[in-house]
């Protein structure tokens, strides 16, 4: 299975963009799906996570209230809606399936694709 990110771009404070996951190769819609990133010099961060039936969301301190993950199963595709987006949320910004146990831990996770660069203007 291969996943792409995309839907990355370059964006002033308080906007919004969404991202986008889609898998090629198998259907991941019976897996947990994650969102890391990760800025330059600083080792990559868990965002957001989502189960499989979409019945639970998980989000990192740093962006609750202002990211949304979502997945669209028909589409095979997972999203990120992210808001109110800050200078300090600037970073590659990747998807994986979840194999593993740690939801918050990036090691749980497999299938990296490559990412889509954020870049926030202040």
């Known amino acids: 299975v291969q996943l792409q990110a995309s839907g990355g771009g370059l964006v002033q404070a308080g906007g919004s963009l969404r991202l986008s996951c889609a898998a090629s190769?198998?259907?991941?819609?019976?897996?947990?799906m994650g969102w890391f990133r990760q800025a330059p010099g600083k080792e990559r961060e868990f965002v957001a996570a989502i189960t499989w039936g979409a019945s639970s969301t998980y989000y990192a301190d740093s962006v609750k209230g202002r990211f949304t993950i979502s997945r669209d199963t028909a589409k095979n595709t997972v999203l990120l809606q992210m808001n109110s987006l800050k200078p300090e949320d600037t970073a590659v910004y990747y998807c994986?399936?979840?194999?593993?146990?740690?939801?918050?831990?990036?090691?749980?996770?497999?299938?990296w694709g490559q990412g889509t660069l954020v870049t926030v203007s202040s």
């Open positions: 190769g198998r259907t991941f819609s019976s897996y947990d």
């Open positions: 994986a399936i979840k194999r593993g146990i740690a939801t918050y831990d990036a090691y749980s996770y497999d299938y």
